[in-house]
């Protein structure tokens, strides 16, 4: 069944070893930040250092997986219909919106979202990682200079992922202007036991 993030909020489950993950783009133009931690562990969680370590690229896509602190497998890459991803910036928060937008009245954010749906699991917030940026449009030059542009993803665009191990998913659908081209948008997702494309 697809279940809907609103705009600028989130939500947490627990994916079993080998079920799948959809996280789907409905509208287009929205980026999705995602958070991994081991169900059985939480002190392992997605790594963007192991990850681009073992995977030799910054762009994150089909056939790549994303790793532990603990050098593990945490997903595989199944399908990816947009092939941007960023696995380099943190989830927006208020210092953020203020630094970015002079923002100063609160605002929904990622980290705000990921660690009121990670309380359950006792996640505190400092124990959240850089997260892996689905959709999201990060670019580099050669002089190191990076620009956030709008999302390529179109309506429809997913990115299916494979659990390697037992986890605790945190999504959310990004309140950060500049990461969603000045709009905010649904993100939708499915968890499935099998996958045919």
């Given at each position: 069944m697809i279940e809907t993030i609103p705009k600028r909020s989130g939500t947490s489950f627990i994916l079993k070893k080998g079920q799948f993950?959809?996280?789907?783009n409905p509208e287009g133009g929205q980026v999705s930040d995602?958070?991994?931690i081991n169900k059985d562990d939480i002190r392992e969680k997605i790594s963007s250092g192991k990850t681009l370590d073992y995977e030799e690229t910054l762009l994150i896509t089909t056939n790549?997986?994303?790793?532990?602190?603990?050098s593990n497998k945490m997903m595989k890459i199944i399908e990816d219909t947009n092939g941007r991803n960023d696995f380099l910036l943190a989830p927006c928060d208020q210092k953020t919106f203020n630094h970015f937008y002079n923002i100063k009245s609160p605002q929904p954010s990622c980290l705000s979202n990921l660690y009121k749906h990670l309380q359950d699991y006792e996640i505190p917030i400092d124990a959240i990682p850089t997260v892996f940026n689905i959709f999201m449009n990060v670019t580099f030059a050669s002089d190191g200079t990076l620009k956030v542009l709008p999302p390529t993803a179109k309506s429809g665009d997913y990115v299916l992922f494979k659990a390697k191990m037992n986890l605790i998913v945190a999504l959310t659908a990004c309140g950060a202007k500049a990461s969603n081209g000045g709009e905010f948008k649904s993100i939708q997702y499915e968890v499935l036991e099998d996958y045919e494309s």
């Open positions: 993950l959809k996280v789907i995602m958070i991994l790549n997986y994303l790793w532990s602190n603990r």
